[in-house]
Every structure is written in C-alpha cells, then in structure tokens.
C-alpha cells in the first residue's frame, strides 16, 4: 500500500500557473505508475496526466502543452507543473498511485477564478 500526501493547490487566476507536489511514503522508483487526476463539480474523475517506473508520460489531450508531470525519486514525489490556467481546470486534483492495485490521495482544491 502507498500513502500519498497532495499539496500546492489554491487559487490561481485565468492565464495563471500553479504547481501542485505529491509526496508518497515510498520508494517511487518501485511503483508501476503514478499520476494525477481531477474531478470537477458534477464530473466524473478523468486522468490529467501519468508517468510510468521508467519515465514513460501520458497527458489528457485538454492538458498537453500546459501541463508538465514530473517526479523527482530521491525525494519520492510527484509534481505537476500547471500553466494558461482557465477556470475548466477547477476541480479536485489527485495523486493515485499503481501498486498492486490504485492507491489514492485525499485531494488538493484547485481554482481558477478572477
């Protein structure tokens, strides 16, 4: 099992960039596949963004070109640098991780709104 930490969400205007961190409480290098997610009100859960164990990304057509997935394995967390922020990326964003089945964060709020 993994446990997953999300941080860096809040609110960030039109055009904005924000950058949210999961932290996990394992060695990344050892899980198959880690990621982030969104929900937004009265949507269902859609990927946003996930990187394999060997570095291999793959992004949501709505997000390629603004979003950036990244990890960084001596510090175990993954990072999505988010940029021309507008308000359709409002929504919870996650951070699950693939390791003998998914494993899931609680969430960090993220907000586009002038």
């Known amino acids: 099992q993994v446990h997953l930490v999300e941080s860096g969400g809040g609110l960030v205007q039109p055009g904005g960039s924000l950058s949210l961190s999961c932290a996990a409480n394992?060695?990344?290098?050892?899980?198959?596949?880690m990621g982030w997610y969104r929900q937004a009100p009265g949507k269902q859960r859609e990927a946003v963004a996930t990187i394999t164990s060997v570095g291999f990304q793959n992004y949501a057509e709505s997000v390629k070109g603004r979003f950036t997935i990244s990890r960084d394995i001596a510090k175990n967390t993954v990072s999505l640098q988010m940029a021309r922020l507008t308000p359709e990326d409002t929504a919870v964003y996650y951070c699950p991780a693939y390791y003998g089945g998914w494993n899931w964060g609680n969430g960090t709020q993220v907000t586009v709104s002038s």
């Open positions: 394992r060695a990344i290098s050892s899980i198959d596949i």
